[in-house]
């Protein structure tokens, strides 16, 4: 497709199971991210890639949230013994230029309820 | 640090009148400022970026905002607003790789 695909688009889990979301970037886009929308709130960085350089993982909440990306293209955000305050909305996005001045291309998000 | 800050929850306007959404920033360098809109069970979708220049820059859907450095704001304005144009806005700003999106203006525009 042409833009960013996510999925699932929903998923209801229990408290204490493991969850993995998928992020399928642009064709070609090497910076991809992962932010956190929660009700109310605004975007909460969690995760960037460039390229095979090392990820900023400066946003991850704890040591519950992992992510990586394979051959620098699909990115799958782990999270490890979900809790409830782990309820959100997870927006992967991808953008073309290394530089700062590109604009980010957003999937639709993967809406995570933990009961 | 690079932060955002949108002050207003919620904006209403009348169709066909003008509006604005706030938005002031503050960081240590030049900074790359972006609007974002984000219609309900949407990802956000780009609306118009300042990097250099014009201070006035248009964007889509006859969206333009207006770089002031000296008041640090970056507020979106459009001439005469549609009820298609409600939805969530985020201003976001980039001094690093990695921008900072502010909490969201929700845009109500009634008929």
């Known amino acids: 497709g042409a833009g960013v695909s996510q999925s699932p688009s929903n998923k209801v889990t229990e408290k204490g199971k493991d969850v993995e979301l998928r992020c399928d970037p642009i064709s070609g886009h090497t910076a991809l991210y992962w932010y956190r929308q929660s009700l109310g709130q605004g975007l909460e960085f969690l995760i960037y890639f460039q390229g095979n350089s090392a990820p900023d993982k400066s946003g991850l909440p704890s040591d519950r949230f992992s992510a990586e990306r394979t051959g620098g293209s699909v990115s799958t955000l782990t999270i490890q013994r979900t809790q409830q305050e782990d309820s959100a909305v997870y927006l992967c996005?991808?953008?073309?230029?290394?530089?700062?001045?590109?604009?980010?291309?957003f999937g639709e998000g993967s809406r995570l309820t933990v009961l | 640090a690079q932060s955002v800050a949108q002050p207003e929850d919620q904006v209403n306007v009348a169709e066909g009148n003008p509006l604005t959404v706030k938005c002031t920033y503050s960081v240590s360098g030049n900074p790359y400022l972006f609007w974002y809109v984000q219609y309900p069970n949407r990802g956000l979708q780009f609306l118009l970026k300042?990097?250099?220049?014009?201070?006035l820059v248009k964007g889509s859907y006859g969206f333009e905002a207006e770089f002031n450095k000296s008041q640090t704001s970056f507020h979106l304005k459009k001439p005469s607003a549609l009820v298609s144009d409600s939805a969530l806005y985020f201003c976001?700003?980039?001094?690093?790789?990695?921008?900072?999106f502010g909490r969201g203006t929700s845009l109500i525009v009634h008929p």
């Open positions: 976001a700003v980039k001094e690093s790789y990695i921008p900072t």
């Open positions: 300042y990097i250099t220049g014009d201070n």
């Open positions: 996005a991808s953008s073309l230029a290394q530089g700062m001045a590109g604009e980010l291309f």
